[in-house]
């Protein structure tokens, strides 16, 4: 008995306090917008591969380079964001299974190897082997682009960051961003069947997000009290209500409203503006739902 009263009367309380203010700032909302489009573009090279292969003869050597530098853009804010960044080799040289960031961080770095070896493989023109590859690359492409949803989850006191729901808005976000920088990139070196294909995923992509945010939006509030407090800053006159609004907008809506318009019209200029517009306003509507959680004071 007296041995576990000592031991209790020497415990060493490292952290005894909540962290005050905002802890994840816009580098990680830059870091969610790289890696997306960086998924993404290779979301979408598969499917073109798959659906029109005839046309991604010049798209493969451009979307590799593509995916390799919004990856290392990803890479890169991800260490500027760590408390000590000049410590990051530690992941690897003493790596720990059970923390999402060890396991992300490594994913990415196979990642980011297997586009290197695209970018080889196109260059040389080697196109079975590059599709070859580019098959393992979409594969890792999806838990690379769920890593975020994961690492978000497990924040405790954080009930708007469901796991089913953000990884379901991760893979959303890739697909709408790799459609839409794919549109902006191959231009006329897509036919009109292609760029139709590519519009199509935008379209639906932007249409199951912006339905997920408003069931959070509306019906959000009947999960937890904590939802509901944290929903409270874009609601009424909450002081993120008019960037979410926009975002919403300059993401989802306009760009569904203007693909109808594009196919009506055949114009390619009304589907790149929808493209421009969705990869602006997914910078804005991911900041948006990073910063609102962490305003809701812990005490």
């Known amino acids: 008995m007296a041995h576990e009263i000592l031991a209790a009367t020497n415990a060493v309380v490292t952290l005894d306090v909540a962290l005050p203010g905002i802890i ?47 990856i290392n ?12 960044p000049f410590r990051m080799w530690h992941i690897f040289v003493h790596s720990n299974w059970t923390s999402s960031i060890t396991v992300g961080a490594w994913m990415a770095t196979i ?34 682009t769920l890593y975020t949803a994961g690492l978000m989850a497990q924040c405790t006191a954080r009930e708007l960051w469901q796991m089913p729901t953000e990884s379901a808005q991760m893979i959303l976000a890739a697909l709408l961003s790799g459609s839409a920088f794919m549109i902006l990139m191959g231009g006329n070196k897509l036919s009109e069947e292609a760029k139709n ?30 939802v509901a407090a944290v929903l409270d800053y874009v609601k009424g006159d909450g002081p993120y209500t008019v960037m979410f609004w926009i975002g919403q907008w300059m993401t989802y809506l306009l760009p569904m409203l203007l693909i109808v318009l594009s196919r009506a019209s055949k114009s390619e200029s009304i589907l790149k503006l929808a493209a421009i517009l969705a990869l602006v306003g997914l910078a804005i509507v991911k900041h948006v739902w990073l910063m609102i959680p962490q305003l809701l004071p812990m005490s």
């Not at 995923?201 to 904590?226: Q, R, T």
């Open 24 to 70: 994840w700032p816009w580098l990680v909302t830059v870091n969610m917008w790289a890696k997306s489009i960086g998924t993404g573009v290779i979301f979408m090279l598969f499917m073109l591969v798959r659906m029109h292969p005839n046309e991604v003869a010049k798209l493969r050597l451009p979307t590799a380079i593509v995916a390799f530098v919004f």
């Open 73 to 84: 853009i990803f890479l890169l804010f991800t260490l500027a964001d760590l408390h000590q």
């Open 111 to 144: 990642f980011l190897g297997l586009l290197s070896l695209l970018a080889l493989l196109a260059y040389k023109k080697e196109d079975v082997k590059f599709d070859k590859v580019l098959l393992w690359t979409t594969i890792l492409a999806i838990p690379v």
């Open 197 to 226: 294909s590519l519009g199509v995923v935008l379209g639906l992509s932007a249409l199951m997000a912006f339905i997920i945010y408003m069931a959070e939006y509306i019906f959000g509030p009947m999960k937890a009290e904590e």
